[in-house]
Nanobody
């Protein structure tokens, strides 16, 4: 019902930057929160950043000061600007959104397929 289309992953060197994008598509009434999680091999999925419909943000501790999340409500798109990347940022990054399909429906969570970010030392 809701598809999340991610882009922007890739291979970079330590200290460089990447920008991830994620667009929600489908019969969407309203998108509440959007954001990113990541999962490295052998580790649990962890919060990267979230942003509410009003623009309030929250970040994982290791991302504060380096990553910036933003959104364009008119385009149903969330962005993640990642600066000063470190090898430990290497992971698959997953976009998520909490969406209502109508004024009367409950909120549903959707996830993207993930995009690989690899940071070499």
């Amino acid at each position: 019902q809701v598809q999340l289309l991610e882009s922007g992953g890739g291979l970079v060197q330590a200290g460089e930057s990447l920008r991830l994008s994620c667009t929600a598509a489908g019969r969407i009434f309203r998108i509440n929160s959007m954001g990113w999680f990541r999962q490295a091999p052998g580790k649990q999925r962890e919060l990267v950043a979230t942003i509410s419909s009003g623009g309030s943000t929250d970040y994982g501790d290791s991302m504060k000061g380096r990553f910036t999340i933003s959104r364009d409500n008119g385009k149903n798109t969330v962005y993640l600007q990642m600066n000063s990347l470190k090898p430990e940022d290497t992971a698959v990054y997953y976009c998520y959104s909490n969406v209502k399909l109508s004024a009367w429906s409950r909120e549903i969570a959707s996830w993207g397929q993930g995009t690989q970010v690899t940071v070499s030392s």
